[in-house]
């Protein structure tokens, strides 16, 4: 499994971005973690495609305001295709689902609904629970299977009401969204959210975690400090991959702030517990003066 990668990080203002629209990276044969570039939105989410022997799986497709000129579905199309030279198979099905339904991870959803043998998954909730039989809604935990690659499907709102994490038994890495990331972890239910993290907690001492991936990275690889939101380069980022002692630490930290809302920052991520309205003035006056004095 090969996670060691320099991802898409943007350009400095004033510059235009080498970056591919979007950055692809096999983590194996049959599991790619996509990058968008920066240049596209700053929000530069990470999409995950995993195969199996049934049906594959994209989890999330992008942000961007502008779907027409984002090549989501074609570069797809491409990599199953070029899967299933290796691993041919008969009327293989793609599913697209969300890692939770905010605008950032659905933006080219579009792009999939007349594409033949693609199931899209709706954005609800009730969509969500319904798709997956996650019938005690946010309890307990579902399995999809891909073929020979069942995955453990979890609810784990808090960040979104319909936030999900995937566990894959193949490669052993659990996804987890927006809930669980390098960056700004914005809470917008602390109690539903302080009860998802602890069941990822729980489940990852239950099955073997090998490394927890998330959707965006917002932190820089010096303990505490952030890219200010909004701001399109990164040049030295902390590295997407966590660690479960990392998942620990976001257990711990969110039980400290619980009954505090506001801003709290911690070594490999923050916590906004809210709405956080002076701390999201703070970002954009930031990132204003990033923009003029980039260096
Ligand atoms: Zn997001």
């Not at 570069?75 to 697209?96: F, I, K, M, S, T």
């Not at 914005?186 to 993290?197: E, G, R, T």
């Amino acid at each position: 499994m090969d996670l060691d990668v320099r991802w898409n990080h943007g350009a400095p203002p004033f510059r235009r971005s080498t970056d591919p629209l979007i950055q692809t990276h096999w983590i194996d044969a049959s599991t790619i973690v996509l990058r968008q570039s920066m240049a596209i939105n700053y929000e530069a989410p990470f999409l995950y495609l995993m195969f199996g022997e049934a049906r594959a799986l994209l989890l999330d497709t992008g942000a961007t305001s502008d779907p027409a000129s984002f090549p989501l579905r074609e570069l797809v199309d491409r990599l199953c295709n070029e899967w299933l030279a290796q691993h041919p198979h008969d009327d293989y099905e793609l599913v697209v689902a969300h890692s939770h339904s905010h605008g950032d991870h659905i933006a080219a959803d579009g792009q999939f609904a007349d594409r033949p043998r693609t199931v899209l998954v709706g954005h609800a909730p009730s969509d969500v629970a319904e798709f997956f039989g996650l019938i005690d809604w946010p309890a307990g935990e579902a399995h999809f299977e891909l073929g020979e690659r069942r995955l453990a499907v979890l609810a784990i709102p808090g960040h979104e009401a319909s936030s999900i994490a995937i566990w894959d038994p193949t490669t052993e890495l659990l996804f987890t969204g927006d809930t669980v990331y390098p960056g700004r972890l914005y809470v917008h239910d602390i109690a539903a959210f302080q009860d998802s993290v602890a069941r990822l907690l729980t489940f990852s001492k239950l099955h073997p975690v090998s490394r927890v991936m998330g959707a965006h990275i917002e932190m820089s690889n010096r303990p505490g400090r952030d890219y200010a939101r909004s701001v399109a380069y990164h040049p030295h980022e902390a590295p997407l991959p966590m660690t479960v002692d990392q998942l620990r630490a976001v257990v711990t930290a969110t039980r400290t702030v619980a009954t505090r809302p506001g801003a709290h920052r911690f070594d490999d991520f923050a916590i906004f517990n809210g709405p956080c309205e002076s701390e999201m003035a703070r970002q954009e006056l930031r990132a204003r003066i990033r923009r003029l004095w980039p260096f």
